[in-house]
């Protein structure tokens, strides 16, 4: 009877293992970060610095309607 509980119990662990192994794991990203900002005769600069990718990014919006963001220039960190 010892064996049979044992037995059992070592299965039951086991796929309680396997079952936690196979859950799904949300993949966590840190977001950019603002590193500076600039602005000028109504067009603003902001200077962006993605830490996952090591990218810098540079986007201004300018006096067009709907405040338009454009991040063109990106660059990346060795």
Known sequence: MTKIAAFVL?????G????????VRPEVRQSV???????????S??????????????????HSGGDAVECKARTKLP
Do not use: D, M
């Open 45 to 62: 600069f902001v200077w962006l610095y993605e830490p996952t990718e090591r990218t810098v990014y540079a986007c201004r919006t300018g």
């Open 16 to 23: 309680y293992g396997f079952h936690a192994l196979a859950q």
């Open 33 to 43: 970060t603002p590193i500076g900002t600039s602005s000028s005769n109504g067009i």
């Open 10 to 14: 070592i299965a039951v662990l086991a």
